[in-house]
């Protein structure tokens, strides 16, 4: 039954998400929910969509460099 | 006044979507709701980034072949 | 496998609750989604919690009386 | 047309909730959107259900004190 | 950066909600994400609210019975 | 702690996003969050995914034409 929805930056292989798939599932199998209950969708904004303390997470990004 | 957001794989036609905006769209109608009111907004995700029963709809897909 | 979140302010009895599921579900069903896969979670939001034109639902309501 | 969410731990007054979906309008209408047309939608969440580094932020607050 | 949104029927614990927000952070860790960067935000959502197969999650658990 | 997630159509530049980004946290600000504490997703929906009073939102644009 849970739906659970992911918002991350774009750049995650496919191997990658099928971890965070399989890895998220499991935290409520873990709590008796069978997996075949369990959603995963992950959506993946990118970095000049994404905005933390004011700034783009792109402007962000060059400031470290 | 509602807003109904819908996650969904690729492939549907700009016809089918059409049918899917107009028919949620009903759906409130049919309760009262002037349909100037209802929005809907629909999200395609991709089969690698959805995930159920712990794997990833694009791995489930090609089992299934 | 489409998930379809409707987030509307509260006052819908159960029977409507029903209709809203039943409706959005069947929508998907005509364009060839078994309905065991349409997954429909129903928010509701207070009109205080609730902004339009740059008022609180609450506040437009009480304009209209 | 923009929807906005806004996701937040419960505890503002409604005049604070006014300032939000007001605020939040006011960016918009600066980028040309007529205020009719942006929708704003709170939702308050507990800090039991609220996680951050891997603690809730209830267990958080705790520390702090 | 990841935000992770759960939909979930009420009923769990605080304890379970915390392994929640600690698994899922986990997750992300794994693939390199400091937990700081990661935020879990639980909705709970009513079997009345909850749709599947056409029906409410209230009705299909009381057919179940 | 706030997490805000806007949903409206393509076509804003880069500038344009850094200022819903900068505004929108202000807002919060504002109301005493400081801005490391607010998250802001933009999510850009294609006129022919957003639907309005049963048709699309592209759909309405020709008819505007």
């Known amino acids: 039954m849970p739906v659970v929805e992911v ?4 750049g995650r292989t496919a191997e990658q998400k099928v971890k965070i798939i399989a890895g998220v599932t499991k935290v409520f199998e873990e709590l008796g929910v069978p997996k075949e209950q369990t959603t ?16 783009s997470a792109e402007a962000l990004a060059k400031k470290k460099q």
Chains 1, 2, 3, 4, 5, 6 share one sequence.
Do not use: A, F
């Open 40 to 55: 995963v969708v992950i959506t993946e904004v990118d970095k000049s969509n994404w905005g933390w303390s004011g700034e």
């Open 7 to 10: 918002k991350m930056w774009p």
